[in-house]
């Protein structure tokens, strides 16, 4: 069974840096696409940036392009978010997810949240003004 654990999160004042990780198991992150999505208290969950199985696609939400990265370490098979230039908008817990469907290795990686069907509990991230 899949299973992905996110760590990292914490309280950073705004224009900090924090790095997320998300380390998976029995599913090798070199082969599917996964990504990040977050949720703000009492708002609806929203997409923030994923990468294709290959590695060699990836797409940002407008928000947060030029600040995020997305990586990932095949050998620890762990996905990463490196956060940069934090506001306090950014303040929501962030979940990684993966997708099992095949056809995202090489095409740009999905953006909602219906193509993933697996799923992280979530890391809080607070920035505060």
């Known amino acids: 069974q899949v299973r992905l654990v996110e760590s990292g999160g914490g309280l950073v004042p705004a224009g900090g840096s924090l790095r997320l990780s998300c380390a998976a198991s029995?599913?090798?992150?070199?082969?599917?696409?996964m990504g990040w999505f977050r949720q703000a208290p009492g708002k609806e969950r929203e997409f923030v940036v994923a990468?294709?199985?290959?590695?060699?696609?990836?797409r940002y939400a407008d928000s947060v392009k030029g600040r995020f990265t997305i990586s990932r370490d095949i050998a620890k098979n762990t996905l990463y978010l490196q956060m940069n230039r934090l506001k306090p908008e950014d303040t929501a817990v962030y979940y990684c997810a993966t997708t099992s469907r095949a056809n995202y290795y090489y095409s740009g990686p999905p953006a909602t949240d219906g193509a993933y069907d697996s799923w992280g509990q979530g890391t809080q991230v607070t920035v505060s003004s």
């Open positions: 029995a599913l090798p992150v070199s082969r599917y696409a």
């Open positions: 990468v294709s199985g290959s590695g060699g696609s990836t």
